[in-house]
């Protein structure tokens, strides 16, 4: 597996990072097309969702990876 696709400066960019990008932005674009044709918000409102949704659901992953194995330090860790 790639660890690495390139680093700027001290930041490494992952093919992981990439990909979670890219599938929050395909999430982002059905969203506010599908609210928008049925009517239901607009588009600050499907920002709005899937910002607390990426939020929740990055951290509750961390949250729960390191729960499952009974190690904190498993958070701060990348």
Not at 6 to 11: A, E, H, L, W
Not at 31 to 39: E, F, I, P, S, Y
Request: proline residues 3%.
């Amino acid at each position: 597996m790639i660890r690495e696709l390139f680093s700027i400066g001290p930041v490494a960019i992952s093919p992981f990072g990439v990909l979670l990008v890219a599938a929050f932005l395909s999430a982002y674009a059905t969203l506010r097309w599908t609210a928008r044709r049925l009517d239901l918000g607009d588009e600050e409102d499907a920002s709005a969702l899937l910002l607390a949704a990426g939020i929740g659901g990055v951290l509750g992953g961390k949250i729960y990876y390191a729960v499952l194995y009974g190690d904190w330090r498993l958070l701060f860790d990348r």
